[in-house]
């Protein structure tokens, strides 16, 4: 099932996206289907009159992970790490798919990296690693966009990872798919810069959920970032990254400078 939220011009609503690729329909949903469950609405409208938001509005934090790809990490010079390199991202720096990343003005160097996003269904904390499924409930796709001059030069990553609108979440949450062997391809002004597969991470889905529940409490609608593929690089304002992962959709949204 694919979960959207989005507006046609009044306050936020969720729906059921269906239907085929150019001709998908919402079907409308009664109130917030993470906290109600799925309780059908009476409104049916076409997916391209109304304009999508992000699919979940994480309610304490969005957990990212770094260097869980190896051919990432040696691309960047790092060692693959024993465990799991967590960071933190406020939700402030969610947006919504086609909303515009605005370019940290103390930033030179803002890359793209596209990236498969775990959102949390339920409280979990301390899950074992076979029991981490029932917590999730479902995916989505990231860009989590680094200012990678200030990630090297501020030491931690908050403000590099974490700025207002670095994070697009889209284009909306799919509920029923494994997560074990997806294509995950990153274009840059349509162009391919990113082509890999999730069977590569590192660390996966259960293994993150698992190891992110041992040090902190796992609230609905929490995310989690799994790791960015090789073949990450900058973008310059002007310019379109669309992050596309076979299952789920294409998360695409314009690079501004203000
Ligand atoms: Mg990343």
Redesign the pocket.
């Known amino acids: 099932m694919r979960i959207a939220r989005y507006t046609t011009g009044d306050d936020p609503a969720y729906g059921i996206v269906e239907g085929e690729p150019g001709h998908e329909v919402i079907l409308g949903l009664q109130g917030d289907p993470l906290y109600v469950g799925i309780v059908p609405g009476s409104t049916t409208v076409a997916l391209e009159e109304v304009r999508l938001l992000a699919p979940v509005i994480p309610r304490s934090k969005v957990i990212?992970?770094?260097r869980n790809y190896a051919d990432h990490a040696k691309e960047m010079g790092n060692e693959v790490p024993e465990e799991p390199l967590m960071f933190l991202v406020p939700n402030t720096a969610v947006i919504g798919p086609g909303d515009p990343v605005v370019m940290l003005p103390q930033s030179h160097e803002i890359h793209y990296?596209g990236?498969l996003a775990v959102v949390i269904g339920k409280i979990c904390k301390d899950v074992r690693i076979e029991d981490a499924g029932e917590c999730v409930w479902g995916y989505t796709v990231t860009n989590?966009v680094?200012a990678r001059d200030l990630q090297t030069r501020d030491k931690q990553w908050s403000r590099a990872?974490g700025f207002d609108t670095s994070k697009p979440l889209g284009p909306w949450i799919e509920t029923e798919l494994d997560p074990a062997d997806l294509r995950l391809t990153t274009r840059l002004d349509g162009e391919v810069v990113q082509d890999g597969t999730t069977a590569d991470l590192i660390f996966g889905v259960g293994a993150l959920v698992a190891y992110a529940s041992a040090a902190f409490t796992l609230l609905p609608g929490d995310v989690i970032?799994t790791?960015?593929p090789a073949g990450v690089g900058p973008v310059r304002a002007g310019q379109r990254v669309s992050v596309e992962i076979e299952g789920i959709g294409t998360l695409e949204n314009p690079f501004v400078r203000r």
């Open positions: 990212g992970i770094g990296e990236e989590d680094t990872k970032l790791g960015t």
